[in-house]
């Protein structure tokens, strides 16, 4: 009870002192009142920039009880709802990083799809083996579908903001795939084959193998987040 009276009488310091303002003089009003979301016409009195109420009238208000006992007067007056906003931007935590069953399912998936994609890509063109674009576009192809899936499944903020972050992947595989082929019709592939790590040093295969780690972690956890090389 103690601290339902304290948390309420901040509230009735806050709704009863009119701030910045000075009266020269007593005035009375009847004016609406405003306690724990219910409302009522009550007598004011200001005076010296305080404002006062009747107490009776705050009690019915309030649907509380007013009573005399002695030399004390006790008001009671019932705790307000606790209520929590819900905000479009700011949602729930635990919906926000928690990734749904089925999408992490998915992901892993087309995790799997994508290194299936980039691995035989990176050995042929490493060991000077011929590709072409429709070799290729087989595994593009099945790890696009595996996307598609993925965004099927994706039913959360936390599944949405892992599903950007799988697309990024995806595209930039694409792109690197893409560049490689390019380069083996324009037998510029070389310098990819002058050593066993030439192809994994480059900035752009350290950049995916980095994304492709960190999301197969991710996805694991069943927790999103967020790391620099996806995007």
């Not at 509380?64 to 929590?84: D, E, K, Q, W, Y």
């Not at 595209?171 to 083996?184: F, I, M, Q, Y």
Request: net charge neutral; charged share 20%; hydrophobic share 40%.
């Amino acid at each position: 009870m103690r601290n339902t009276w304290c948390g309420t009488s901040r509230t009735l310091t806050v709704l009863l002192v009119a701030s910045g303002m000075a009266f020269a003089q007593v005035e009375h009003q009847s004016r609406t009142l405003l306690v724990n979301g219910r409302s009522g016409q009550a007598a004011i009195i200001q005076e010296n920039g305080r404002a006062y109420v009747d107490l009776e009238a705050l009690a019915q208000i309030a649907n509380g009880s007013l009573s005399f006992n002695a030399n004390r007067i006790v008001l009671t007056l019932p705790p307000s709802p606790v209520s929590t906003p819900i905000s479009v931007d700011s949602p729930n935590p635990a919906e926000n990083s928690g990734l749904s069953r089925d999408f992490m399912k998915a992901g892993i998936e087309e995790i799997a799809l994508i290194r299936e994609w980039g691995s035989p890509v990176g050995y042929a063109i490493q060991n000077g083996y011929s590709i072409t674009e429709e070799w290729v576009a087989r595994y593009r192809e099945q790890a696009a579908h595996g996307l598609r899936m993925a965004s099927v499944a994706a039913s959360t903020n936390a599944d949405r903001n892992a599903l950007q972050l799988l697309t990024t992947e995806f595209e930039g595989v694409r792109d690197w795939s893409n560049k490689l082929v390019e380069a083996r019709r324009s037998m510029d592939t070389a310098k990819y084959s002058m050593s066993a790590n030439a192809l994994r040093d480059d900035p752009q295969s350290q950049k995916l193998i980095a994304c492709w780690r960190f999301l197969a972690s991710m996805l694991g956890s069943g927790s999103f987040q967020d790391d620099s090389s996806c995007h």
